[in-house]
């Protein structure tokens, strides 16, 4: 076994898991505050992408994608206030098929507004500023990196840690679990449940934004297209195996799953084609097999 | 002025089914007022309408008026009741179970700077020491006590001027609820709170309030002060608790007499 491409298939496995476990994130999150499974979630990245690439017509990559972060925000506000909240409290499956319906229609939307030809992030350069981010690829000792593996690395792994932690230990981060758990005894506590909750999807498009932009390739040619809500389908065996309710869950299986990905594709794939793909979907039905609540999922509280 | 003023309240649950009847009371300033009655007599109905929470439990006030502060609320939403001074500790202790006993009390008191919220924090863990040995700990682990203390801390983190509290001795044994109405009686009396407190456990209720309306099946059917509830037969035969010679039989039989004089 040739350990510097153990090690190399591994940061990459690592890399691309970090990317799976900020879109992750994100969805849990939602998840948390309204209980709302949200099968948008690839169209989320989507728009987040073409978000990115329209910035980057005008602004070098990394800015670009930092200047998108605020209009996905803003769409993630737009969605919860427009298509969530009127349908809080309604039955699961109307809401199921209302997300479904969202994601269509985003579907839609996208189309008409970005034409169904592929798109290469920075195609235009108005400011003569350097069209892509600083290359960050590195070699060591037969070891290689590429620029955007070291990125997603940089990028997608502290934000997802960063709302761990905030999840946990900051002010929003204690409101948004005391919504999740009791929206009523919120209220009556003057806590501001309809915002704590609009947060959380923006929040949510935020992450999808960084995601679904990096696994468009957005550190390194490629562009946004339509294959990203395939891609995006990730999230739910990386969610299930968190345990769904569960942000630090859904990190750590975010990068187990990238790593996965990545040994299966350089030892498994030559044996069984496609089994890369489906992979991950394995996974989750071994391990609900024995523990129904996911890796970290949350254990009802019961006194004996 | 921290007061409340209900006058002919009527609310429906769901469009079709009539809750409170054209309810009427009042609790003024500093003042102590428990609304007794047994159950489904509509008390956590009132409790909901008063807080702005009927929405959540799919239901609306049809008539009459809410004033609290002199300003009308009955169609306020409970985010802006609640900015009005008026916190409400719901029926069934609902804390969040999932939040540490310190997690709870942030989430409380949200509103407050750091430094208020340390000093009310540090107020709670020295009137509850329970609650400090505790204070890692989840809330749902809590016992039935502890979590009703852990409320009440919760409640005085909101700064509130006036608390309406729903059934705090629910589960409790005998000397816990009495242990629940001393704290309550002595939080109101040192934060000069309006307090409602709704209570089946009348006998409880009686040592920490003023006044009292005995509520049934939507109305109000008594009103006066302690010692005159505690002093009329009726009431406290048969609204609060009291045993009635002749068993159950002869109990119902009086009551349907009572019902048409």
């Known amino acids: 076994m040739d350990l510097a491409l153990v090690i190399q298939t591994a940061f990459n496995g690592l890399a691309n898991g970090a990317l799976y476990a900020v879109i992750a994130s994100g969805f849990v999150l939602v998840y948390r505050a309204t209980s709302v499974v949200n099968f948008a979630i690839a169209e989320f990245m989507l728009i987040g992408a073409y978000l990115t690439y329209t910035m980057s017509l005008f602004f070098p990559l990394l800015l670009a994608l930092l200047l998108a972060l605020p209009p996905a925000f803003i769409f993630g506000l737009l969605v919860e206030r427009g298509f969530v909240r009127p349908l809080l409290g309604r039955n699961v499956v109307a809401v199921v098929m209302a997300t479904i319906g969202l994601a269509a229609a985003l579907d839609g939307a996208t189309l008409l507004l970005w034409g169904p030809d592929q798109k290469a992030m920075g195609a235009a350069d108005v400011f003569q500023l350097p069209k892509e981010m600083p290359n960050l690829a590195f070699s060591l000792g037969g070891v290689f990196l590429s620029s955007k593996a070291v990125w997603s690395l940089v990028l997608a792994l502290p934000l997802a840690l960063l709302l761990v932690v905030a999840l946990k230990y900051s002010r929003y981060g204690v409101l948004l679990r005391a919504v999740s758990e009791s929206e009523t005894a919120a209220l009556a506590m003057g806590i501001n449940a309809p915002r704590v909750v609009a947060v959380a999807w923006g929040l949510s498009a935020v992450m999808a934004t960084i995601g679904g932009a990096f696994l468009a390739g957005a550190a390194g040619g490629g562009g946004p297209g339509h294959h990203l809500i395939l891609l995006g389908l990730i999230v739910f065996p990386v969610a299930i195996l968190g345990g769904f309710d569960s942000v630090p869950g859904a990190v750590v299986a975010g990068l187990f799953i990238g790593l996965i990905e990545a040994f299966s594709q350089l030892y498994l794939e030559s044996l069984l084609p496609g089994i890369t793909q489906a992979i991950p979907f394995l996974i989750v039905l071994l391990v609900l097999l024995f523990r129904p609540y996911g890796l970290f999922g949350q254990h009802r509280i019961e006194r004996v | ?261």
Not at chain 2, 36 to 52: C, D, E, F, Q, Y
Not at chain 2, 58 to 80: C, M, Y
Not at chain 2, 145 to 160: D, F, I, R, V, W
Not at chain 2, 226 to 246: I, S
């Open chain 2, 1 to 261: 002025m921290a007061e409340i003023n209900v006058e002919n309240l009527k609310v429906v649950y769901r469009g079709v089914i009539l809750a409170l009847q054209g309810v009427s009371m009042r609790a003024g300033a500093g003042e102590a007022v428990a609304l007794l009655g047994p159950n489904g007599a509509g008390k956590s109905t009132l409790v909901r309408a008063i807080s702005g929470l009927l929405p959540q439990y799919d239901g609306r006030v049809l008539d009459g008026k809410i004033v609290i502060n002199g300003q009308e609320t009955q169609h306020l939403p409970a985010l802006k009741v609640a900015g009005l001074g008026l916190t409400a500790i719901l029926e069934g202790r609902p804390i969040f179970r999932y939040l540490t006993v310190t997690e709870n009390l942030r989430a409380a008191g949200h509103k407050l700077t750091p430094q208020r919220q340390k000093e009310l924090t540090d107020e709670i863990f020295t009137r509850f020491p329970r609650l400090y040995e505790r204070r890692f700990e989840q809330g749902g682990y809590l016992s039935g006590g502890e979590q009703q203390m852990l409320l009440l801390g919760m409640a005085l983190l909101t700064e509130p001027r006036i608390l309406v509290v729903d059934e705090p001795s629910l589960g409790l044994s005998p000397k816990l609820t009495e242990e629940v109405m001393r704290v309550l009686d002595e939080l109101r009396r040192d934060k000069g709170l309006t307090l409602v407190l709704v209570e089946q456990n009348a006998r409880a209720a009686f040592s920490i309030v003023e006044r009292v309306y005995v509520m049934e099946q939507g109305r109000v059917v008594f009103e006066g002060t302690a010692k005159e509830a505690q002093a009329d037969a009726d009431v406290m035969e048969f609204y609060l608790g009291g045993a009635v010679a002749g068993g159950f039989a002869e109990a119902k039989r009086y009551r349907r007499r009572k019902r048409w004089v």
